[in-house]
């Protein structure tokens, strides 16, 4: 690669040609429940890759869904990613593609399509491009349920994963995430009629409450940690004590013992009311990305920066989950929020700050180059 000075100048040069390459990958929409949608993009970043990278990819389908994999050479980092997004198919025709003063804006630009863009660009910019790795996966916004070993068995074969996940608020990089768990309470109990004998019944409405109630302690404010109930169902008709009732909780923490010592609070809930049953399902969905596996890349980020004579990017602990969790969890040093700058990701007025991208580019090529030459 060139100095990594030139590096942002050539990037520079590039953008009308980044701009483009958005456009295209926004306008081929990819909401995460299209099996049909998701593929035809697979297809064109395997196109789009396989000249950026030089090398055709590896196409991966799980459960009907195209993964495009370009695996690291001797260990060499990984650009990790995702191409689904949460917006509806049909989407693009209420909020088209636009770029206005320096600004773009359409489904899925910010979350990730943008921060793809610059991991194309970026790998191909690099000098050991042939040691760089990729993965794109198309179910992370449903929470990778599908994908998830292909994360841990790519990234296991990596030295570093740097995620192209959006930078938070200004460009500042993620250097630690919540892990996140999900539980379902399914309250069984017995129907009666609610004026003649409801003594007769067992109300699981009035057990939810108190299955609701129970959880506020649990959760540790000092520590971050979350426990939050969600979605709650409870009954059939207004006449009837019910005898069926649901509960979700999300819980989030900083760290695994956190999250292990909810789940383990999860999974011993007993009833309240007698003769009231309770049944737990769900569990640990993400362990956290502990700010420990950041460190050492965040340095590396900062230092190349610093030969780029750009500011060095802040950095934030993030409440949500990505793919990032998965690989710091099985202990490869990983950095998150080295994509796009912009704001509002899953809003209708989700935007890209376009001026920004060749720096990040820049940015990103310069910090896989430094990794490539000290392993």
Not at 22 to 38: F, G
Not at 137 to 160: K, N, P, Q, Y
Not at 182 to 209: C, D, K, Q, Y
Not at 309 to 318: A, D, F, I, L, M
Request: charged fraction near 25%; include cysteine.
């Amino acid at each position: 690669m060139a100095s990594p000075k030139r590096c942002l100048e050539d990037m520079s040069a590039e953008l009308d040609a980044m701009v483009v390459l958005l456009r295209d990958l926004v306008t081929c929409e990819s909401p995460s429940e299209d099996r049909a949608a998701l593929n035809r993009c697979a297809e064109l970043l395997a196109a789009v890759g396989t000249r950026f990278l030089g090398r055709e990819p590896e196409r991966v389908v799980l459960d009907g869904i195209t993964n495009l994999v370009w695996r690291p050479r001797g260990r060499g980092p990984l650009l990790l990613g995702h191409y689904d997004t949460v917006w509806p198919m049909g989407t693009l025709a209420e909020l088209p593609f636009s770029v206005r003063e320096g600004v773009a804006r359409g489904p899925g630009v910010f979350d990730m399509k943008a921060g793809i863009v610059q991991m194309l660009y970026a790998a191909r910019a690099c000098a050991a491009r042939d040691r760089v790795g990729m993965l794109l996966t198309g179910d992370e916004e449903t929470g990778s349920l599908i994908s998830r070993a292909l994360v841990e068995e790519v990234a296991a074969e990596s030295g570093a994963v740097l995620v192209g996940e959006p930078s938070a608020d200004g460009g500042a990089v993620k250097v630690a995430r919540k892990g996140v768990a999900r539980f379902r309470v399914e309250v069984g109990g017995r129907a009666a009629h609610a004026g003649l004998e409801p003594e007769l019944g067992v109300n699981t409405t009035v057990e939810l409450a108190h299955q609701v109630l129970a959880l506020v302690p649990v959760a540790r404010a000092e520590l971050g940690t979350t426990v939050t109930p969600t979605v709650a169902a409870s009954g059939s008709t207004v006449n009837t004590v019910p005898e069926a009732a649901t509960l979700a909780v999300d819980v989030r923490a900083w760290n695994r013992a956190e999250l292990d010592r909810v789940a383990r609070h999860m999974e011993g809930l007993r009833a309240v009311l007698p003769q009231a049953v309770i049944s737990v399902s769900g569990g640990v969905n993400r362990y956290p990305l502990e700010e420990a596996m950041s460190l050492d890349l965040l340095a590396r980020v900062r230092a190349a920066a610093r030969e780029m004579g750009v500011p060095e990017p802040e950095t934030v602990r993030s409440g949500g989950g990505s793919d990032g969790n998965l690989t710091a969890a099985i202990g490869i040093p990983t950095l998150d929020g080295m994509g796009a700058v912009g704001g509002h990701p899953h809003a209708r007025d989700e935007f890209v700050d376009i001026t920004s991208m060749p720096m990040r580019t820049a940015l990103l090529a310069t910090t896989i180059d430094g990794l490539c030459a000290t392993e």
